[in-house]
């Protein structure tokens, strides 16, 4: 399965019908005091639809994504000009604002965090339009609380869900490699002390609402950060039985009980980033099954609507 212009325009169309959806909406907000009490479009007039801040963050890098790969399909220019009344420097600074709020500190840590780079990242590949340019001060804030954090952060967060530090890394790392040699630096050596070490793994997984795999993102991630030989030694180690299949469990599609559940619906996310996931790593056999059980349902319920296009298209430009 590949991405073309039909298939991203159907991504696209889903992406447009929810980055300026405000509701409804989940509000993860620090309230301070009464005059705190406030609207999502008016905390973030970028960020303030697809459900919550970081989708919507991730609809847009969909969207911008699209439009790069396929200049010519119906709906670039569509987005070309709600990028532009969105990406100002105005709103970009209110957004920014609001992560130099003392109680933001941990707003979006490391999910939303990583998802922003990466969009700035992508905006940065249209040459055409100043949206890198004004993004940039949010992304250097975010890389700036990315870089206090992992000075902290004593143990990694092996999570399925929005907390996982590995899956926060490789996005971060993408990014740093280009605007932040230090940021870059500090991650490669971060998942070394974190991950260096695992061996013969057990993958307890998934959780009832994992859309990520620690295990595949934990390889993924370390694949980024080692040469070519270690990263096969470490892999090899790490899961002995690939051979088998085993852990049965990384080469079984999840199954998506009720698509209309929020936290069940991110099965199908699972099953997206685990294609990611094994494309990348070198092993398409493997994913196929995972994305052929998930990208039928990328629309339908907004639940999973609102987010699981950015999944998908992961795992359809992964390297295979």
């Not at 249209?126 to 975010?142: K, S, V």
């Not at 685990?274 to 319920?301: I, K, M, T, Y």
């Amino acid at each position: 399965m590949t991405l073309d212009e039909p298939r991203a325009s159907a991504m696209a169309r889903i992406a447009l019908g929810h980055v300026q959806r405000e509701y409804p909406y989940v509000l993860q907000h620090v309230l301070t005091g009464p005059d705190d009490l406030r609207l999502p479009r008016e905390l973030y007039p970028i960020f303030f639809g697809s459900f919550d801040w970081h989708s919507c963050v991730h609809g847009w890098w969909s969207l911008l994504t699209c439009r790069r790969l396929f200049p010519d399909m119906a709906e670039a220019e569509q987005i070309g000009s709600l990028a532009d009344e969105s990406f100002t420097a105005g709103k970009v600074a209110a957004e920014n604002a609001y992560f130099l709020r003392p109680s933001s500190r941990t707003f979006e840590r490391p999910y939303g965090w990583a998802w922003l780079l990466a969009l700035h990242l992508e905006a940065s590949r249209h040459e055409d339009r100043d949206w890198a340019a004004n993004l940039e001060p949010l992304a250097r804030t975010i890389a700036g609380n990315f870089k206090h954090y992992l000075q902290v952060l004593t143990y990694p967060i092996r999570a399925g869900t929005h907390f996982n530090t590995a899956f926060a890394l490789i996005l971060a790392l993408d990014w740093a490699e280009r605007f932040d040699t230090e940021l870059a630096e500090l991650i490669a050596a971060r998942a070394r002390d974190w991950f260096g070490g695992d061996r013969d793994c057990q993958a307890w997984e998934p959780s009832g609402d994992d859309f990520l795999s620690p295990a595949l993102v934990e390889a993924l991630l370390m694949s980024r950060v080692m040469e070519r030989e270690e990263f096969g030694s470490w892999f090899d180690a790490l899961l002995p039985r690939l051979s088998k299949c085993e852990p049965a469990t990384l080469f079984t599609p999840a199954t998506v009980s009720d698509r209309s559940d929020g936290k069940i619906a991110h099965l199908d996310g699972l099953n997206l980033s685990r294609a990611w996931c094994w494309r990348s790593l070198g092993f398409p056999q493997h994913a196929e099954p995972h994305l052929e059980a998930a990208l039928a349902h990328v629309s339908g319920d907004y639940m999973g609507e609102h987010w699981l296009q950015s999944f998908a298209l992961l795992a359809l430009l992964s390297d295979t």
